[in-house]
């Protein structure tokens, strides 16, 4: 099992990112996937959630509205679409092989650093 994410990087508040999540060594679509992320000196946060047909999803109050999660099982690939970025934002960012489970399988993350 592999979890490989990318597409963070540095932007200006308000500012917009895609992250994606590459998996492979398992058949996507058999899982629900999330996004969780860790701002520096804090512990791990939940973002969003998926199920594996990608009809159901769900979100932290704290990105609500600005953040979409989707997928494409064809792919393998998980994604995070940030809008309105804001500086507590900042994270390092991961995707994960369950709805909500901080033990479960993650890649390596990437890191997105948002300024104002």
């Known amino acids: 099992v592999q979890l490989v994410e990318s597409g963070g990087g540095s932007v200006q508040s308000g500012g917009s990112l895609r992250l994606s999540c590459a998996a492979s060594?398992?058949?996507?679509?058999?899982?629900?996937m999330s996004w969780v992320r860790q701002a520096p000196g804090k512990g791990l946060e939940w973002v969003s959630a998926?199920?594996?047909?990608?009809?159901?999803?769900a979100y932290a109050d704290s990105v609500k509205g600005r953040f979409t999660i989707s997928r494409d099982n064809a792919k393998n690939t998980l994604y995070l679409q940030l809008n309105s970025l804001k500086t507590e934002d900042t994270a390092m960012y991961y995707c994960?092989?369950?709805?909500?489970?901080?033990?479960?399988?993650r890649g390596r993350g990437t890191q997105v650093t948002v300024s104002s």
């Open positions: 060594g398992f058949i996507c679509s058999y899982y629900d």
């Open positions: 994960a092989k369950a709805w909500y489970d901080f033990t479960a399988t």
């Open positions: 998926i199920n594996g047909g990608g009809s159901g999803t």
